[in-house]
């Protein structure tokens, strides 16, 4: 199955839910055919709203709707949709709306549009929420999967997607839940937790350190509120070393969450990649590259950190 970013699988299992659920319904504000809403509005236009280039009225409208018995899909780039975290807050998490925000362009990897236009603290600030769930799948079948399911999840989600190609990483009989991680690879000498972006750059990170003897485990983290606490204490007993590895400022995301359970709970050696200041404009590739997040700088890591 080739690649396919996971804004565009999102689109597609839209189109397919939406087609037998007439309570799901999309907003958006002027981006459909980046967040791939597009389809669906010209599929089912009296059930697609385009509220302008104004997030804090559409964040309102969808939770007004989801109290209503819908099931609004309410989505942008994600640093312009988190951007708006008061309305989220009081809106949308306070009144437990069961809204599904959708944050699509997330990270570095979108490249050339630089800074402005990257979703870099979004996962920070929705973190710090009691009850928004929130998932990053890797790939294309993992993404239709965590529509299905943030269409049958009671309450509010909020679902991270690319806008770079995401080579397929999941097993055909690969089945999303909430709160469980996917182990790709087995290690004994580190355990690599990777989300979204970079995933498929750990797997490359793993081979290259397999030709030096150091067996890192891959775990898919795609349900990054709740972890998978089970399946990372486990790993991190096994191994004695952990690194996450995402395309998210350090502070707040991935690599916090799990610094946090450790912490608490079994203290673990722990490195954190992640991006290091602001982003920039650049080519996606060279941008992973310079912040570490490309296979030979996260194995570089792994290597510093293990002292080999």
Request: neutral net charge.
């Amino acid at each position: 199955m080739p690649g396919k970013a996971t804004r565009a699988a999102f689109g597609e299992a839209l189109l397919e839910l939406g087609a037998r659920d007439e309570r799901i319904v999309t907003l958006d504000a002027d981006l459909s055919k980046s967040t791939m809403t597009v389809a669906f509005a010209k599929k089912h236009p009296d059930r697609a709203f385009n509220l302008g280039i104004a997030e804090q009225n559409m964040i309102g409208t969808g939770a007004g709707l989801a109290l209503a018995g819908k099931i609004p899909f309410v989505c942008s780039f994600a640093c312009f949709l988190v951007g708006r975290f008061e309305t989220i807050r009081i809106s949308v998490a306070y009144t437990n709306a069961n809204v599904k925000l959708v944050g699509t362009h997330a990270g570095i990897a979108i490249g050339e549009d630089g800074y402005s236009q990257m979703g870099l603290e979004d996962v920070a600030c929705i973190r710090s929420l009691p009850n928004i769930a929130i998932v990053q799948p890797a790939d294309e079948l993992e993404t239709k999967q965590a529509v299905a399911y943030a269409v049958e999840h009671e309450g509010p989600v909020y679902l991270r997607l690319t806008r770079q190609t995401m080579e397929p990483v999941c097993p055909p009989d690969y089945r999303f839940r909430l709160g469980q991680w996917l182990v790709l690879r087995g290690g004994r000498d580190v355990t690599l937790i990777g989300s979204g972006g970079p995933i498929g750059n750990c797997l490359e990170a793993a081979r290259l350190l397999a030709a030096e003897s150091i067996s890192a485990e891959v775990v898919n983290a795609a349900s990054i509120k709740p972890l998978d606490e089970d399946l990372l204490l486990r790993s991190a007993g096994r191994t004695g070393h952990v690194v996450t590895v995402e395309d998210h400022a350090l502070a707040g995301g991935l690599g916090g969450a799990v610094a946090e359970l450790l912490g608490e709970v079994m203290p673990t050696p722990l490195k954190r990649l992640g991006v290091q200041g602001f982003g920039e404009s650049g080519d996606s590739k060279g941008l992973y590259a310079k912040h570490g997040l490309d296979p030979a700088g996260i194995a570089a890591s792994v290597r510093k950190f293990l002292n080999r």
